[in-house]
Each structure stands twice: as structure tokens, then as C-alpha cells.
T-cell receptor, first 113, second 112 residues
């Protein structure tokens, strides 16, 4: 029972580069959620996905951010042309059903220099 | 506006004290979660509640749906309980997207 696996744990990118954050949900979980925690701020919802579908992306910034959850493999949160304001901890959570109990990953801490 | 308010924002107590952290929300919810986050660490889900009371070890969580209020209690507190405790809710009746809305967290320090 490996839990929700996120990698990398820490990621440093220069301004303008791309960041790819990966999340492997718990075995048997087909619902994935991404959350962002900015420094000194609370967690904010970004996007909710099921396999091959984006269900709700109302919390995603309109530009540069995208997410996917393919049929095979982990969910990916992609940030293009990163800026300093993207520096944050990004958490993934999975659940076995909509509204079911969440299990969180350890997060990816993105630093943009 | 869907909001979640937590109090206190910061709490320092002595080992052994009984701790209470409060959470209020603005509109009806389908579920409320209590989460724990250690500095620089991941997030652990402690409880998910839709009514009543749950207990796990020294932790107790209660929710009053009519008053839109929940409390997290820690009995016989210990320095290892020092962490940020976060209240999160899922608004609405459950249909559609169900991303959580979070409180700002309560920073708890238990001194030996």
C-alpha cells in the first residue's frame, strides 16, 4: 500500500522553463485532485480529474497551467514558462469515488529562481 | 460566498492540556475534513465527517450541521501533536466537481 506518490519532492526551475509534476494515485483510486499552497497562504483547489477526463478545472490559472490523467500512468500537472509567483507546494490527493475519503501525497515543492 | 473560518490561528499550550480548534463555514456542505500538516511535510487526513462525532486515539472531531460548525479536540496533548491543523469542506450536495475549500489552518505548538 504505497499511498499517493508524488515526484519529484523538490523541483527547482529557472524562470521561463517548464515544470512537470507527477502524481500516482493510490491503487484502486480513479479520482485525482491537485491543490496549491502558496507561501503563507492556505491550500487552494486547482483541478479535479478522472481517468482521461478533466472534470473541474475552475481553480486552474487560465494560462500556462494544464493537467492530465491518462489511461495509463500518473497524473501530470504541467506549468509552462514558470514565473517566480508559481513557487509553491503542489499537493495531489486521490479518492476511490467522487466525494470519497481523500489520501494526500507528500507534495512537490516548486522553487522558481 | 463559500468560506471556511478557523480559530484560533495560533495556539501554544503545555503538554497534557486539552486542545480545541474550531471551524465554521458559510453554507451547506456534504462533508468536512480535518487535516494535519507538519512543517515542510505532507498532509494527513485525520477525519471526514458529515454528521455527529468521530474519535481516533486522542483525537475527537465533532460537527453540528445546523450551526455550520465543527471542532477538533486533542486530549492529553503531546509535543508530537505540534503541527498545522486544517479544516476543509466540500460544499454542495455532491453532484459535479468536489474540490475542497480550506481554512487557513491553526498553528499548534505543544510545549513540554
Amino acid at each position: 500500500n504505497a499511498g499517493v506518490m508524488q515526484n519529484p519532492r523538490h523541483l527547482v526551475r529557472r524562470r521561463g522553463q517548464e515544470a512537470r509534476l507527477r502524481c500516482s494515485p493510490m491503487k484502486g483510486h480513479s479520482h485525482v485532485y491537485w491543490y496549491r499552497q502558496l507561501p503563507e497562504e492556505g491550500l487552494k483547489f486547482m483541478v479535479y480529474l478522472q481517468k482521461e477526463n478533466i472534470i473541474d478545472e475552475s481553480g486552474m490559472p487560465k494560462e500556462r497551467f494544464s493537467a492530465e490523467f491518462p489511461k495509463e500512468g500518473p497524473s501530470i500537472l504541467r506549468i509552462q514558462q514558470v514565473v517566480r509567483g508559481d513557487s509553491a507546494a503542489y499537493f495531489c490527493a486521490s479518492s476511490p469515488k467522487q466525494g470519497g475519503g481523500y489520501t494526500f501525497g507528500s507534495g512537490t515543492r516548486l522553487t522558481v529562481v | 460566498k463559500n468560506e471556511v473560518e478557523q480559530s484560533p490561528q495560533n495556539l501554544t499550550a503545555q503538554e497534557g492540556e486539552f486542545i480545541t480548534i474550531n471551524c465554521s463555514y458559510s453554507v451547506g456542505i456534504s462533508a468536512l475534513h480535518w487535516l494535519q500538516q507538519h512543517p515542510g511535510g505532507g498532509i494527513v487526513s485525520l477525519f471526514m465527517l458529515s454528521s455527529g462525532k468521530k474519535k481516533h486515539g486522542r483525537l475527537i472531531a465533532t460537527i453540528n450541521i445546523q450551526e455550520k460548525h465543527s471542532s477538533l479536540h486533542i486530549t492529553a496533548s503531546h509535543p508530537r501533536d505540534s503541527a498545522v491543523y486544517i479544516c476543509a469542506v466540500r460544499f454542495g450536495s455532491g453532484g459535479g466537481a468536489d474540490g475542497l475549500t480550506f481554512g487557513k489552518g491553526t498553528h499548534l505548538i505543544i510545549q513540554p
